[in-house]
């Protein structure tokens, strides 16, 4: 795509109608962007106080890239990103170097966008000044307590009522919205497992703590790129993020953390507890002692049961992102499964030509989409399987494989199943299947309805089957 087709004004939806989005997260914050440049108008309803306490980064893989992208921001994204060229991999227990894989020019070219890393807080902050500036208003210390999905309203902790005519629930897996979609399937509560009892501690290191030690700065040097330990039921990673000089820090350990949110910091000795759990390499401990000065968080590493539906039987409450396809945290693919939401939610509504549409654009909003995030879903576990395996044959194959590649001076995980998935996951654009929706079913539904045809028409019936 040319740079005057990516900066070009988008097309405005021709009846604008108001949406409530719960939620200020990568989900909330980029459909608030999406919406607002087809011109529908966007509250979004944040509980927290917007301080953005965030740590960690974020890695943008170039199905997610492109669409920032295509929107226009590359001068912004470069600011606070730099572009991903490799990862190496290693033995957590030894720190014994066994391969690299090397994202080529041509998956990029095929792709469309780049490998990026960021601050998650900048990412935020970033969609957060473009959501305001485009006109969308933002309410922090806006906590919902309680969704009547069948009259689009909202009720707020401090008691205020607010309605819209989507209400788009973007507030995490444990958040109201999800719950509310729960209730109306008729589902009390929802079962989730740890997975094997595993927790994510995530935290961030000044980058001139690393060059200064002998045994660290080679991770500084050469190409960017991400250091990936794989272990016995653990693994960590390290890579340099943009826009700040710092390097974000991510450990995947057995052990029990309680339930809470990425917002929520923890003493940073969790840290050094869980690598001295782990027995691991003695530069990953080093890594721990220099986080010393940053904050930690830590989350459990869960599995959430597929959610069914992911609108509400009004026709007039949808949910998105985390809350409505939770993905274990930290993944590759967690933050591009959000802006992949809100690229194709817009794409959909900038149709909307009359209110009767707006049940059907959400459900084919549901269609689009739920089978693309369990694909990844399913790639994500793989992978972390991969990377995570016990000592065995499972263990040794992949080292060995990995080895005698690094030999050959070819990739890594250039015949592993589970990369070779991803490969595909890259290539995906969530705007063009929108698009591909609209032009094969949108328009002829349209028409059939036009030219009378009931609601069980052919023409009609790819979009209502998915009510029932």
């Known amino acids: 795509m040319s740079a005057e087709a990516q900066t070009a004004p988008p097309l405005e939806a021709l009846l ?5 989005i719960i939620g200020a997260g990568i989900a909330g914050l980029a459909s608030a962007v999406a919406l607002r440049r087809i011109g529908h108008r966007v509250t979004v309803l944040e509980k927290d106080d917007g301080s953005n306490q965030t740590s960690g980064g974020c890695r943008m893989p170039p199905n997610m890239s492109k669409i920032l992208l295509n929107w226009g921001f590359e001068e912004e994204l470069r600011e606070i990103s730099l572009i991903a060229e490799a990862m190496h991999l290693m033995i957590y227990e030894s720190g014994e170097f066994i391969g690299t894989h090397r994202w080529t020019k041509e998956i990029i070219k095929e ?11 900048d990412l935020l902050q970033l969609l957060k000044t473009i959501a305001l500036s485009s006109g969308a208003e933002i309410r922090h210390n806006a906590e919902v307590v309680s969704i009547d999905s069948t009259g689009q309203t909202v009720t707020l902790a401090n008691g205020d009522v607010l309605t819209a005519d989507v209400v788009v629930g973007a507030d995490g897996p444990d958040g109201i919205s999800r719950r509310s979609i729960l209730k109306d399937s008729n589902v009390d509560c929802e079962t989730n ?3 094997s009892g595993t927790v994510i501690y995530n935290t961030t290191i000044p980058a001139q703590s690393i060059y200064n030690d ?10 960017h790129a991400a250091y990936t330990w794989m272990g016995n039921g653990c693994n960590a990673m390290v890579f340099h993020i943009g826009g700040v000089d710092e390097f974000s820090f991510t450990l995947t350990a057995p052990g029990d953390a309680p339930e809470g949110s990425w917002a929520e910091n923890v003493p940073i000795t969790h840290l050094a507890d869980a690598l001295a759990s782990t027995h691991c390499e003695p530069r990953l401990h080093k890594l721990g002692r220099l986080a010393a000065n940053s904050s930690l968080t830590r989350i459990p590493l869960k599995k959430y049961e597929e959610l069914k539906h992911w609108v509400h039987s009004s026709g007039r409450m949808l949910v998105i992102g985390e809350a409505a396809h939770p993905i274990p945290a930290r993944s590759f693919q967690g933050s591009a499964m959000a802006v992949e939401d809100a690229a194709a939610l817009a794409k959909l509504f900038l149709h909307l030509l009359n209110p009767d549409q707006i049940s059907s654009f959400l459900w084919a909003f549901q269609d689009l989409r739920q089978e693309r995030c369990e694909k990844v879903l399913r790639g994500e576990l793989g ?17 060995d494989d990995m080895r005698a590649k690094h030999a050959a001076g070819k990739g890594a995980l250039d ?7 991803n490969k595909g996951v890259f290539g ?18 349209e028409r059939a ?9 052919p023409l009609n019936v790819r979009v209502e089957h998915l009510v029932h």
């Open 16 to 20: 604008k109608i108001d949406f409530l």
């Open 111 to 121: 792709a469309g966008g780049s490998f990026m890393f960021t601050h998650h807080r």
């Open 193 to 195: 497992s740890s997975l």
């Open 214 to 223: 002998t045994d660290l700065a080679p991770l500084t040097e050469g190409e």
């Open 383 to 399: 992978n972390l399987d991969v990377i995570s395996y016990p000592p065995g044959a499972l263990q040794q194959a992949r080292d």
């Open 415 to 421: 015949s592993i199943s589970e990369w070779d998935q």
């Open 428 to 445: 995906y654009n969530a705007e063009d299947a929108a698009d591909e929706w609209w032009i094969q079913w949108g328009i002829l539904r």
């Open 449 to 457: 309805k036009e030219n009378g045809a009931p609601l069980g028409h």
